[in-house]
Every structure is written in C-alpha cells, then in structure tokens.
C-alpha cells in the first residue's frame, strides 16, 4: 500500500505532528509562548470532539503555564469566589426547569463548586450539596441525562458524551472526599410520587456480544413515567414516560420459552417500540392492570 | 488577528523560524499569512524563517488557524526537497532580528548536526492499525466458551445471565490477550523496515496500535508490502499516511 498525505484524511495527523512535536527551541531566546498550545488544543478539539480531548487525559497534559493563563483569563470573566481554583471544564446544558428550556455552557469544576457558565452563571452549586448523581435515559429524547441530586432538588444535565460528563462531575466531587450516595432511584423521579414497585427481569436490547439478556432489577411505576433501574450497573436503564405508552399485554415468551409469560409494554418512542419485563405471571398482571389504570385512554 | 511581516519600530521584532536544514540553500517563497520566507545561514546548515513581530499566532478561529498549519508544513516540504530538514513544532518564535537566529544557531551547532545525522535520508509515516473486535472474537476458538454456551441453552433464564457475563468476561480477557499478541507482532514486523518507532496513544477505540516511524527512503516500498498484507487479514485494517518531515524524531 501506498502512504497517503491526502488532506482531509490526514490533517488530525498533521495537527499532532506539527503542534505537539518538532524541535522545540529553549524558551529564554524565543517569545512567551505559554499560551500557544492553547491554540493547539482549541483546534485539535475542534476536531477530535471536546470529549474525546478530556478522554484522552489531553487536558491533564497542560502544563502549569498554560494554566495559569487559563486562570487568567477565566479570573477577568468568571465571578469566582476567594480561594477557588478552576480544575477542568466541558461543555454541558442544564434543564432550566422555569424555563422549560435547555441552557448551554461551560460546565466548570472547582474546589469549591460545580458551576455553569455562559455570559453568566446559569448554574451553580456548592461541591457538598451534592448528594447523588445517576445516568438516566430519557426515552422520548432518546438520550441519556446527568441526574445531580443536590440538597432537596434534582437538576438534569446533558453533554455530548454523558458518560464523560459522569466522569468530569463525579470525579470531582470524589477529589474532594464526598462520597456520593449509592443510587436512589427515588429522587430521580423529581418530585414524582413512585405508586408501584416490584423486583422485574427485563429483556435488554441486544450488545455487542449477545442479541438479547433478561438483567435483573426493580421496576418502578410513578405519576408520570414508568423507570426500571439495573440493580448490576445501579442506574436507571429505562425511562417511559406513562402518557407514551399504547399497548400493554401478557405474552408468551417467544421464541424462548413458550409456557413463560411476559408483559410486553409498547410506547411510541420514534417508532412503536415494545419492551419486555419478566416475573411470576401474579406480579405480571398486578403490573399490567397498575400500568392501564395509569394510561391516560383507556388500552 | 493582525501579524504583518513589515516590522514596527514601536513593536519588538521576531524571526518564526520552520525548520533548519542541511546546505546552504538560498529560499525564497511564501509562508504563512503570504510572509516572506527566507534562509538565515551558519556554516553548513541554515534556518528557514520569517520575520515578523515578536508575537505569537494565535486565534480562535480554527479554519485560520488550519491554514497557517498547512502553511507551515508547506514551507517545510519545500525546504526538505534536497535537503535534511529538522521541523520545528508551530510558532517558535526567536525574539529579535537574523542576529539572533545566526546566534542560535552557532550555539545549536553540533546539536542540530547530531539531528541531522539521525534523519537524514528518512521520512517519517504515521502507521495506525484497526481491527474489528466482533470480528476477532467470532474466530476465536475457546474451549470453555463453547462448554459454558452448551451449558447455558440447558439452563433457565436467570441463570443464563450469569452465564452471559462470564463468557462476555472470557472474552474480553481472550482479546486483550490477542491484542496484546498482535500488537508485538506487528512491531517487530513493522520494526524490520524502520529505522526507529514512537508508539504513539491509541486515538479511537478500535484502534489497535498507533506508530511513528522514521522510515530510510529505500525502505518505503517494503513496509507498504508488509502493511498491504496486514491491511488484507480478515478484521484488520491499516492506515498509512506520510511522508511527514521527521517532527516525532528531532
């Protein structure tokens, strides 16, 4: 085969040769350059995807030069408080709930705070307050959000990639000693009242490995969304909101085992989708009459 | 973001030096922002610069940011055809005038020689090989794979679970193992075509390896023999790109 400089193909190529290495000249005869990587970063996680920088520990290979200039200049913008000091940050949206609107920023991670900030703070809290914190998949949206339980209220985040936003989060608050709490699924529910709830195998979609599981874990029915929460990962893997669901029926497991029952739960999501949940056929019907009582038409 | 080559008197000036290469050469051609390229000589070797105020390109626009990038890597393939050239990492700025720069490089002198020996005659290529997991893992041959999944279709579904995620845990340790075997292989055998390799971060997951290598001109013919056969292993694929100027040896 035959090496290629084609450019489009190669450019990230390019980037890491010419900004991260070649002869580097010693720094007393050449000008500060202590912020120029900066433009190296910026543009490589133009490119590569802000996640996939803070993946790669990019950011952990700033040097101290380089954060003190993003020190400076976050200290002439950025209202912070005495002794607090910038560790990282991402870009994430947090759900305004009085706005009934998603508000997008820098997500910033400090000794002191998690804070949101665009312009101004849209979203701060003291790094103590938070209590809990739990990836959930909105169904609908078909995507998952960041539940932080802080204090009495529950706020959702998003990010491009939430697993790093889990990271970035969580791994702050554990920096600074505070453990959080194991997964409750109660507060998620934000302010929902859970009606019913049982232990429930459910079928999960196929994986790389497998085409389909049962997992084990507990199945939660509440004033609006019925959520079923993996007791292996401890989070929620599923969220449908009651008012979205069209049909739900007892079946036979097909083509497992035909003298097993299942209770097959259809929701518009971007298509009819079915989804379905294993127990004793007793738990089973509790569970299809306790879900059509809470449908909005009768199924 | 203004950075004209004519320099200020108020402003202290600078030379954006590219590279240094190995003759005498008399260079004249654009670099970036259309600036004025040219040669600063010191016995044998000369760096390749231009001037302009003591300040460091910077911007927040990406696409102009590209475009000096590619400036720069321009300016230096053309100084490399005929020469040994030494690449500098972008905006290595020498504050003052050609002064300086000769003042650099008398005092590099041997240091920029000993580079030049390195690499001269070689190019560097980017070597990044893929694989495909699912692929891999469907070829493999585990006995206790099999046991455990002729087990499982006799077995109920909650116990099946269970049996799942010890064959996912098999697996996983099974393609680490291969990995970490295919990975070797591919080394040493890329290794017989290079003068020196830079294993470098493994940027995506699929990624197996990732190499820099300083590769001797008469050399690049061979490797891409070898990497095409790579390249045709069922799951495997290759990405070969260069030839760069040596930037990962200097």
């Known amino acids: 085969m035959e090496p290629t400089r084609e450019r489009n193909a190669t450019l990230v190529d390019l980037l890491d040769r010419v900004l991260d290495k070649g002869l580097i000249i010693n720094a007393d005869i050449i000008i500060s350059l202590a912020g120029i990587p900066l433009i190296g970063v910026n543009l490589k996680a133009a490119i590569a995807g802000i996640e996939t920088m803070l993946e790669y520990g990019m950011m952990q290979e700033w040097d101290e030069t380089i954060r003190a200039i993003s020190r400076k200049e976050i200290k002439e913008k950025l209202p912070l408080l005495e002794g607090e000091k910038i560790s990282g940050k991402m870009f994430a949206s947090y759900f305004y709930a009085e706005g009934d609107t998603w508000r997008a920023g820098w997500l910033y991670n400090t000794n002191k705070r998690i804070f949101l900030f665009r312009d101004e703070i849209l979203f701060e809290t003291a790094l103590e307050k938070i209590k809990g914190l739990v990836i959930a998949e909105d169904i609908v949206d078909k995507r998952k959000e960041i539940y932080l339980e802080i204090e009495n209220q529950v706020v959702k985040f998003h990010a491009k990639n939430i697993f790093l936003l889990k990271d970035f989060i969580k791994g702050q608050i554990e ?24 232990k429930m195998w459910y079928m999960a979609p196929a994986d790389k490995a497998f085409d389909k599981t049962w997992q084990p874990g507990q199945l939660y029915l509440a004033a609006k969304d019925l959520y079923w929460y993996n007791s292996f990962d401890e989070k929620i893997m599923l969220t449908i909101p009651i008012n979205k669901i ?30 379905f949940f294993s127990n004793s056929e007793e738990i089973l019907e509790k569970w299809e009459n306790l879900i059509k009582k809470a449908m909005p038409i009768a199924a | 973001m ?18 240094v290469v190995d003759k005498a050469v008399n ?43 590619i400036s ?14 030494i690449p500098l990492t972008f905006d290595m700025i020498i504050k003052g005038s050609d002064n300086k720069v000769f003042e650099w490089l008398k005092k590099e002198y041997e240091n920029l020689k000993k580079k030049i020996e390195k690499i001269k005659g070689k190019q560097e290529f980017g070597i990044q090989i893929f694989w495909n997991t699912k692929v891999i893992a469907s070829k493999l041959d585990i006995k206790v794979i099999k046991e455990l999944k002729n087990e499982m279709t006799k077995t109920g579904k909650g116990k099946a679970y269970f049996y799942e995620q010890k064959i996912k845990n098999i697996l996983q340790k099974e393609l680490e193992k291969k990995a970490d075997q295919y990975f070797k292989d591919f080394y040493s055998l890329i ?14 997951d699929n990624m197996l390896a990732n190499f820099s290598c300083l590769v001797e001109r008469n050399k690049v013919k061979e490797l891409g023999i ?18 760069w100027s040596p930037y990962s040896f200097v």
Not at chain 1, 175 to 194: A, C, Y
Not at chain 2, 72 to 85: E, F, L, N, P
């Open chain 1, 175 to 198: 920096k600074f000693g505070i453990i959080l709490k194991k997964t409750d699924v109660q507060f998620l529910i934000e302010g929902q009242e859970i009606i019913h709830s049982d």
């Open chain 2, 226 to 243: 070898e990497l095409d056969k790579i390249n045709k292993l069922e799951g495997f694929s290759v990405r070969f790109t260069g030839p």
């Open chain 2, 72 to 85: 720069h890597q321009k300016v230096i393939d053309k100084a490399s055809q005929g020469t040994t050239a």
């Open chain 2, 2 to 19: 203004v950075e004209k080559p004519e320099v200020k008197k108020e402003k202290q000036e600078g030379r954006y030096v590219y590279c």
């Open chain 2, 27 to 69: 260079f004249d051609t654009a670099g970036i922002e259309e600036s004025k390229v040219y040669s600063i000589p010191y016995k044998d070797i000369c760096a390749i610069v231009h001037a302009c105020e003591a300040k460091p390109y910077k911007s927040d626009n990406n696409e102009e940011v590209k475009t000096w990038i």
């Open chain 2, 191 to 204: 290794k017989k075509y290079s003068d020196e390799i830079k294993v470098e971060k493994l940027k995506e």
């Open chain 1, 246 to 275: 069209m049909e739900v029926k007892i079946e036979e497991e097909k083509p497992y085992n035909a003298n097993n029952k299942v209770l097959a739960v259809s929701y518009a999501g971007s298509s009819k989708e079915t989804t």
